[in-house]
């Protein structure tokens, strides 16, 4: 579950924190760490809306925080790495924030890749970070969702999707069809569409 933390559990947000760049950020001296560590603790918390997943014990195994539309931090604890949770939480300030950007430090090419994956794209680039420092900062966003008339090449798509869509929405239907013949299934999705968009 998704929860915002208590400001007491500060502390423990921050130790996550440093031991997930221990293992990600290479690129950081001991010396940037400790410049940058009372920053977070002491005014970067305070300047976004924080979210965090916890284990079944209780502790907090990945954080996030968000401005008004942007996703500013983003740290799984290493001990949970490989669990989704990374994902979890951008999903949420996807689906219910409604933020579609995010900064990520180009030398932390994990983290590149993870919201790459995901459907993000570089808009832009930093050569400086917020404090001046020589870190460079990739601005991300997922692409506005674009709106044409599907094509006759977009049929056998349309037809997969469909098909997924009855399985997993109307299974009694589903179920039916799947007795009748291939070209049975195949012709109700030529009739759905018809006359159809697609989002691209």
């Not at 031991?19 to 603790?41: M, S, W």
């Not at 050569?127 to 977009?154: E, M, S």
Request: glycine share 6%; net charge negative; aromatic share 12%.
């Amino acid at each position: 579950m998704i929860e915002q933390p208590h400001i007491h559990e500060y502390d423990e947000l921050l130790q996550v924190w440093e031991e997930a760049v221990r293992t990600t950020h290479h690129f950081l001296t001991e010396t940037d760490i400790q410049f940058y560590k009372p920053l977070i603790r002491n005014e970067y918390f305070a300047a976004v809306q924080l979210y965090v997943i916890r284990e079944d014990a209780g502790t907090i195994a990945a954080f996030m925080g968000l401005s008004t539309d942007c996703i500013e931090m983003l740290f799984v604890s290493p001990k949970a790495q490989e669990q989704g949770y990374g994902s979890e939480l951008v999903e949420f300030a996807i689906r219910e924030k409604h933020i579609y950007k995010v900064d990520v430090n180009e030398q932390n090419t994990a983290a590149l890749g993870f919201y790459l994956h995901r459907g993000f794209e570089v808009t832009g680039r930093d050569a400086l970070d917020g404090t001046g420092k020589p870190f460079p900062v990739l601005h991300l966003q997922i692409p506005p969702v674009r709106l044409r008339k599907a094509r006759i090449q977009d049929m056998g798509l349309l037809q997969t999707v469909f098909t997924q869509s009855v399985q997993n929405t109307c299974s009694a239907d589903y179920n039916h069809l799947q007795h009748g013949s291939d070209e049975e299934l195949n012709n109700v999705g030529r009739n759905y569409f018809k006359v159809t968009y697609v989002f691209c």
